[in-house]
């Protein structure tokens, strides 16, 4: 059976993937996938700035892949759709070398 996609999925998972495409939204991703984070700890870990790691929050947010809450003087960001932490999962096990054979 042949599966039919609409141009609304199309356009939707592109979005989505044009947004995971940027290395910067990636490693966030990444380090959100096991604990909430706080932009501070964001920007240390990607050894950049404030605005820059605000900058790229701000667009994973606007497609609803991450969400935020505020404590005190601190944001603290989360991955809001499981999706995104299985897609993240399946693409780490089809690239690790060990997949393909290379060592």
């Keep these: 059976m042949e599966y039919q996609i609409h141009d609304e999925e199309i356009i939707t998972i592109s979005k989505l993937m044009k ?3 940027h290395p910067i ?3 966030i991703l990444y380090l959100l996938k096991e604990q909430e984070i706080s932009v501070g700890d964001l920007r240390d870990q990607l050894s950049t700035t404030n605005s820059n790691i ?15 809450r505020k404590d005190a003087n601190f944001i603290y960001n989360r991955i ?8 993240m999962d399946k693409m780490h096990q089809l690239f690790q070398p060990e997949a393909h054979g290379n060592s």
């Design 80 to 87: 809001i759709d499981d999706r995104i932490i299985q897609l």
């Design 19 to 21: 947004s995971m495409s």
């Design 25 to 27: 939204r990636f490693k």
């Design 54 to 68: 605000t900058q790229h929050l701000n667009i994973l947010r606007s497609l609803g892949v991450i969400d935020y």
